[in-house]
């Protein structure tokens, strides 16, 4: 260790890298701790920003037949009423441990992630399990 300090302070890098992470990691938490919950009505006017949407999955449904195989979770209304769609693509569902019909039917939520907008209605496309909580 005494010799890894005189031979270039790889030890101090270390230290100093790990302090950066640290930062980074704590202000990244910071940002998202700080997003404001917004309502599935609202969403639409967050779209291209980052927020997080919270109602209650009135239907879902997954298209094992279309392409790319998506599964929709409409929040607070129903298809084709619906006001927010969290997006899950086909490739995306084996991440998720029970099929995601059957675990949020009809469950508040909320789900984390950039608004998009897809023929003027907001969704949120979901890559990550970790972005979608009980709300």
């Not at 030890?11 to 910071?30: D, K, N, P, Q, Y």
């Not at 039917?105 to 399990?129: A, F, L, N």
Request: aromatic fraction near 8%; proline fraction near 6%.
């Amino acid at each position: 260790m005494v010799t890894q300090l005189i031979r270039g302070g790889g030890l101090m890098r270390e230290s100093a890298l790990g302090i950066i992470t640290g930062a980074f990691l704590l202000a990244l938490h910071i940002g998202i701790a700080a997003q404001e919950r917004i309502s599935p009505t609202d969403a639409a006017k967050y779209v291209g920003k980052n927020a997080i949407v919270c109602g209650q999955v009135a239907s879902s449904n997954f298209a094992s037949r279309s392409r790319r195989r998506p599964t929709f979770l409409n929040l607070d209304r129903p298809y084709p009423n619906h006001i927010f769609t969290a997006l899950i693509w086909g490739e995306d569902r084996a991440k998720f441990s029970i099929p995601l019909e059957a675990a949020y039917s009809g469950k508040k939520i909320c789900v984390t992630g950039m608004i998009s907008s897809y023929k003027g209605q907001p969704e949120i496309v979901v890559r990550d399990p970790s972005q979608i909580v009980p709300g």
